[in-house]
């Protein structure tokens, strides 16, 4: 049997692991500067796509390490884990194979624990911003930075976005040094490319390697808009290194380093980046609005592989495939049909879908783009004005629930294996006079789903809030809510979060 290729995101959350490991960077906004002067000169100059007008020596890395190390910080989590259990003979696995599933008593209860993890981050900006992933700070209590000349700050999360894997913090700290952003657009397959970080708690490493793959779709987000554009690398890349820098030769940020493919939990040549071609935009996004203002073109995609190009008379396998359009959606006003072949965007060449997923989240809701199609082998030229979730073009502002009069946690793995569910958040507490206590929610229940959207964290509740609140109908200002109680019994209610 063959083995399954395991893709691993590369740093643990706190819940499995005591200790793992990611990388973050620092935006500054500055213009790019010649490192000529700096670097080692060659009889045969070698010109990098990614780079302007910069000659280096093709093997050359001092430049690049020494300008992006500096902007390369340590940062550590602390994580709550409640109500972990241990096993006794009555839920020893042997045990339930043989005389079934038992009952609570043989699951004794281990206290509250506070475990650590550790990623990578990249400075962004002198004064204090700092970027990261996504499932590096997820569901920390405290966030710890350690910038590479050993001084530490506590951060605080601007905003996250599950989508890409992207989040923003923010250190009280001045002077310090940005990282320079590149063009991820113009980086070449096979070119020198650097990832910065801190594997396995080993502050400020550095290693190369080549751009292998660009555009690489792996399915490794669970969220419900992912989008998967990975600049696909085979510089060693371990856990700790989640949220590090991918620079290129001059020590430009090109990528922020994400997930690797192995069996054994270590590098086994495959690694994975995100482009700053996405990382610009929703950093951009989480700064001004604490969340991102996401373009959505309205059509059901997938990629053509030779059997879809004979089913639906296809003459080309490049382009993403248009297999429904949604109604009011940017797509359909704009004229795209089923059955269309969308092949370019704004003059750019699309042959997947997740390089047209890359193109469409470089907007915001509002800006018109030019699309080019086949439609039965015919080309044709389309003016886009592109819209939100909700089918407008309204600013979208990040999700004050407050209205909702409850908090939140984390849902215990017992009570998941004993519900048989795979996601839920509990209700902690409900405050009188909120839309959930008006609505009949009590303390305890578990929500599994809101407006058809599985909820698996409190952001999912958030963006299923922010969603219907930014809704320009007050029809849809409304949640569907779907869940459970512990003794099993099923309830689904309805939150109107208009004023009465």
Not at 5 to 25: D, E, N, P, R, Y
Not at 49 to 56: D, I, R
Not at 161 to 189: T, Y
Request: charged share 20%.
């Amino acid at each position: 049997m063959k083995k399954q290729k395991l893709i691993l995101i590369l740093a643990a959350t706190g819940l499995c692991v005591a200790t793992s490991f990611a990388t973050v960077f620092i935006y500054n906004g500055l213009s790019k500067k010649s490192l000529a002067e700096n670097s080692v000169q060659s009889n045969i100059p070698t010109s990098f796509a990614s780079l302007s007008e910069v000659n280096f020596a093709p093997t050359d890395f001092t430049v690049a390490a020494e300008k992006s190390v500096h902007s390369v910080v340590h940062v550590k989590t602390k994580y709550k884990i409640k109500n972990q259990s241990y096993n006794t003979p009555f839920n020893d696995p042997f045990f339930e194979y043989f005389f079934g599933r038992p009952d609570n008593r043989g699951q004794q209860q281990i206290p509250e624990q506070e475990q650590m993890a550790s990623g990578s981050g990249v400075i962004i900006s002198s004064d204090g911003y700092i970027v990261t992933n996504n499932h590096v700070v997820e569901k920390a209590s405290e966030i710890e930075v350690t910038l590479n000349d050993k001084r530490t700050f506590t951060a605080t999360v601007i905003g996250a976005d599950a989508n890409v894997d992207i989040a923003l913090l923010k250190i009280d700290a001045k002077d310090l040094v940005p990282i320079v952003f590149g063009n991820s657009d113009n980086l070449r397959v096979g070119e020198w490319v650097l990832a910065v970080g801190n594997p396995f708690n080993l502050t400020s490493t550095v290693t190369a390697g080549i751009v292998s793959a660009k555009a690489r779709n792996i399915n490794i987000l669970n969220a419900e808009m992912k989008i998967e554009s990975f600049i696909q690398t085979d510089a060693a890349i371990n856990p700790g290194n989640s949220g590090g820098a991918l620079v290129n030769i001059a020590g430009e940020l090109v990528g922020i380093n994400t997930a690797i493919a192995s069996q054994t939990g270590s590098y086994a040549g495959y690694a994975f980046a995100v482009p700053t071609s996405i990382v610009s935009k929703v950093v951009a996004d989480l700064k001004e609005y604490g969340v991102v203002q996401r373009a959505i073109l309205g059509v059901q995609i997938s990629d053509i592989n030779d059997k879809l190009a004979k089913e639906k008379g296809l003459e080309t396998l490049d382009g993403a495939y248009v297999a429904a359009v949604n109604d009011n959606s940017a797509a359909k006003d704009g004229g795209v049909k089923e059955g269309d072949v969308i092949i370019e965007v704004n003059g750019v060449a699309v042959k997947s879908v997740a390089q047209l997923q890359e193109q469409v989240s470089r907007f915001s809701p509002g800006d018109k783009i030019s699309i080019k199609i086949n439609r039965k082998n015919k080309i044709l030229d389309l003016d886009i004005k592109l819209k939100n979730r909700s089918g407008n073009t309204n600013i979208v502002k990040g999700a004050d629930t407050s209205a909702l009069g409850a908090d939140f946690e984390e849902l215990d793995a017992n009570i998941k294996y004993n519900l048989r569910i795979d996601a839920g958040v509990s209700v902690k507490s409900v405050s009188k006079g909120g839309a959930f206590a008006k609505a009949g929610i009590e303390k305890g229940f578990i929500i599994l789903k809101i407006n058809r959207q599985t909820i698996a964290s409190a952001a999912d509740i958030d963006s299923a809030y922010s969603n219907a609140i930014n809704s320009e109908s007050d029809d849809d200002k409304v949640l569907f809510i779907s869940g459970i109680y512990q003794n099993g019994k099923v309830v689904h209610y309805i939150v109107s979060l208009t004023k009465n």
